[in-house]
């Protein structure tokens, strides 16, 4: 039996979905507006994962160029049947409601690839499906009540699938309004039959502080359905915002091969304050069921730093569990991401770095300019890359601490007309850029970060420049769904292309916290189970 520390998926995996085919374990989360979107990751234990590809990873399968951020791929489902695998999703655009929608694809490997979308006449979002034992498929989602009783209420729906046709037969059968009245946002819904009864689990409260996990079970998949006495059976609202983690909700079941069940949800960890730069996370607890119902973590009732997995492996974590391992990140690594289109449009890789070519799009458009970066997994740690670039006037590059087109913090190289190249700390906030410091440098140029808790301290030449608070840069200070993402960029600023940036080795060195007893904190180690 191994001890595993939670979340088992660190920085911006929310919405987590789970199925388990055999031995082995799935899991994809929801990516918004990055490329390439829904990673799906493989475990054998619950404990250890290792990213196997993405559900969209080519040009042409699904566009969402122009989508703002915080907008793009929301909260996916994974299932297992017939020798394929399902995904549905909603492609979000929160600027225009009338582009984007509830969308099916399939694949024999998890691994990819995957089909092109099969759009469905489904409303609303948080789409998830329901393989009975009796042949039949059910969509079921969460869509605003059409003639709402109070803000924010939702419905619930459930609806059968053709699995030939890939359709929606018959009527659609609204099955929820939320656990309590009054509730808002029952969301994220899965529906199980286990032992000759059907589960109705829903998040409930937003996908915040209030977020929480409720139950309801019928004898028929349209119910009518019963709501569990206990619920919420699983939120931390009732600890308060100190709580080590908030917003706990949008869960996901699945029994493993021994029959006992597990539950996998996402969760914040503030620090700092009530901010969290991380975002929302993938957490992992036990399920049993009394009384015919669920009891998540039974016995304490709430999301421990560790959970006991009997049948885990006490091997080291690998870079798909705890995200990047001490030093430089290759090209080949699957968490680069772009934004909203393939990388290979603007970036080729270059030994153990990148030849970035410049875009005219910038930080500031929705959409695909030229930026690799990965999420911030660690609250403390070291970012290190060199760039090379002879620039012409107008153009920029740097390294950027990316929350949104409205707000960022950046790292830009200029070349001034005499020739001097210039590096200025900016900082975009609500659409607004202030210059926090300026310096001049050489060519090449190594830029960095240094994180500690919420100082995000931006280095150039190993010196620094200016020091940036994550508090205002996670979604608590600047709305929207996201973590942080720590990348390179290059823009034309709206000029023609052509300059390539030489982007050496990007090294990304987590670090462990300070000792109490005020000793500096170290590289931390690839730590054990």
């Not at 995957?114 to 869509?143: E, K, N, Q």
């Not at 709580?243 to 949008?250: I, L």
């Not at 968490?335 to 449009?345: E, H, N």
């Not at 202030?434 to 190594?446: D, F, K, M, Y």
Request: negative net charge; charged residues 20%.
């Amino acid at each position: 039996m191994s001890l595993v520390r939670n979340p088992i998926l660190p920085g911006c995996h929310p919405d987590p979905s789970i199925c388990r085919v055999g031995a082995d374990y799935y899991l994809v989360t929801s990516t918004f507006e990055y490329f390439p979107g829904l990673p799906v990751f493989h475990s054998t234990d619950l404990a250890h994962w290792e990213p196997l590809g993405h559900v969209i990873d080519r040009a042409g399968q699904l566009d969402y160029s122009g989508i703002g951020s915080s907008g793009g791929l929301y909260a996916p489902t994974i299932r297992h049947h017939d020798g394929r695998f399902w995904v549905v999703c909603t492609l979000v655009d929160r600027e225009d409601a009338s582009r984007g929608g509830n969308f099916l694809v399939t694949a024999t490997d998890p691994a990819g690839p995957w089909s092109d979308p099969v759009w469905l006449d489904a409303d609303g979002i948080d789409p998830s499906l329901l393989f009975d034992d009796d042949g039949r498929a059910w969509l079921h989602g969460t869509r605003l009540a059409p003639e709402p009783q109070w803000p924010d209420q939702t419905e619930v729906w459930v609806r059968e699938l053709d699995l030939n046709t890939l359709a929606l037969v018959g009527p659609r059968t609204v099955i929820w309004n939320g656990a309590m009245l009054g509730a808002v946002w029952a969301e994220g819904p899965h529906l199980y039959k286990i032992d000759g009864t059907y589960y109705l689990l829903a998040a409930e409260g937003g996908t915040d502080f209030h977020h929480s996990v409720c139950v309801a079970r019928a004898a028929s998949v349209t119910g009518p359905y019963e709501s569990n006495r206990c619920n919420p059976v699983l939120t931390h609202r009732h600890l308060g915002r100190g709580a080590d983690v908030v917003g706990v909700g949008h869960a996901d079941l699945v029994q493993a091969g021994d029959g006992n069940w597990w539950a996998v949800f996402l969760g914040m960890r503030p620090y700092g304050g009530y901010h969290y730069p991380l975002g929302r996370e993938t957490f992992l607890v036990p399920v049993v069921f009394e009384d015919a119902w669920p009891v998540f973590m039974p016995g304490v009732g709430s999301v421990p730093g560790q959970v006991q997995v009997p049948f885990a492996s006490p091997r080291e974590r690998g870079p798909g569990r705890d995200g990047p391992t001490t030093g430089p990140i290759p090209p080949a690594d699957s968490r680069w991401t772009s934004l909203r289109g393939p990388a290979s449009a603007f970036a080729t890789p270059s030994g153990a770095g990148w030849r970035l070519r410049l875009t005219p799009e910038s930080l500031l458009d929705p959409a695909t300019p030229a930026f690799l970066g990965v999420r911030q997994q660690h609250r403390d740690l070291d970012v290190r890359v060199a760039l090379g670039a002879s620039l012409r006037p107008g153009e920029e590059t740097g390294l950027a601490v990316r929350q949104s087109e409205q707000d960022h913090a950046r790292l830009a190289v200029v070349d001034e007309p005499d020739g001097t190249r210039v590096v200025r700390a900016i900082h975009r906030r609500a659409g607004v850029e202030s210059v926090l410091g300026e310096t001049t440098a050489g060519n090449p140029v190594e830029l960095g970060l240094r994180i500690r808790g919420q100082d995000y301290e931006l280095l150039v030449d190993g010196a620094a420049l200016a020091t940036v608070d994550g508090r205002t840069l996670d979604s608590v200070a600047t709305g929207g769904f996201l973590g942080l993402w720590l990348g390179v960029y290059g823009t034309t600023n709206g000029g023609p292309s052509g300059t390539v940036v030489e982007v050496g080795p990007f090294e990304y060195c987590p670090v462990e916290p300070a000792s109490p007893h005020g000793g500096r904190g170290r590289r931390a180690e690839p730590p054990r189970s």
